[in-house]
């Protein structure tokens, strides 16, 4: 089992910025994978961003150049930095990890790129 402590949405104008965190409960290394998806409304959830069982970091296309993952294995924590953000950025943003017992996912915390 892992426990999330995601942090970091809300409410920014078009152009604008946030920076998502998310804690977990485990030593990082106990993860075959970890990253960040999203759902908007009406839609299915995506994958944004994750740090792959390969050692590579994956991004979806419509995120490259605007959004960068990154971790602290100190904190057991990952972030995703958002830039340039878009109104079609809208939705809540879930972290996930994937480990020997199963797939786990975090609470979702809503992002909201309107004017």
């Known amino acids: 089992q892992v426990q999330f402590a995601e942090s970091g949405g809300g409410l920014v104008q078009p152009g604008g910025s946030l920076r998502l965190s998310c804690a977990f409960s485990?030593?990082?290394?106990?993860?075959?994978?970890m990253g960040w998806y999203r759902q908007a409304p009406g839609k299915q959830r995506e994958l944004v961003s994750m740090f792959s069982s390969s050692g590579t970091i994956d991004y979806s296309d419509s995120v490259k150049g605007r959004f960068t993952i990154s971790r602290d294995d100190a904190k057991s924590t990952i972030y995703l930095q958002m830039n340039a953000l878009k109104p079609e950025d809208t939705a809540v943003y879930y972290c996930?990890?994937?480990?020997?017992?199963?797939?786990?996912w975090g609470q979702g915390t809503q992002v909201t790129v309107s004017s």
């Open positions: 996930k990890v994937n480990m020997w017992s199963g797939e786990y």
């Open positions: 485990r030593n990082i290394y106990s993860f075959y994978n």
